[in-house]
């Protein structure tokens, strides 16, 4: 069975920085994408992030463009989402989320077939 798990939110200061880990495991074929969604109080899940494992091509929303970095460790099935010049609307929960094939055109939580747990990214203002 595939399984993501994310581990290192917590709280910081506004201007800080935090780096996100998704442990991937499960899959039996190389073909799939994972992405980066949060979701703060009161508002929908949006993506932040995401990764296409064949070609590690990525792509970002605006909102974080300049400031987060997905990367990948294909030999640690590791996914990470590197997070600077944090601010107080980064607040939510993250998740990391899984799809096969490459990063959809327009990611959409109904595109992704697994979810992590989810980890709080808390930043103070």
């Known amino acids: 069975d595939v399984q993501l798990v994310e581990s290192g939110g917590g709280l910081v200061q506004a201007g800080g920085s935090l780096r996100l880990s998704c442990a991937v495991s499960g899959f039996t074929y190389d073909d799939y994408a994972i992405s980066w969604f949060r979701q703060a109080p009161g508002k929908e899940r949006e993506a932040v992030s995401c990764?296409?494992?064949?070609?590690?091509?990525?792509s970002s929303a605006d909102s974080v463009k300049g400031r987060f970095t997905i990367s990948s460790d294909n030999a640690k099935n590791m996914v990470y989402l590197e997070m600077n010049s944090l601010k107080f609307e980064d607040t939510a929960v993250y998740y990391c989320a899984a799809v096969w094939g490459p990063c959809p055109r327009y990611s959409t939580p109904e595109h992704f077939h697994y979810w992590g747990q989810g980890a709080q990214v808390s930043v103070s203002p």
């Open positions: 990764i296409s494992n064949t070609d590690g091509r990525t």
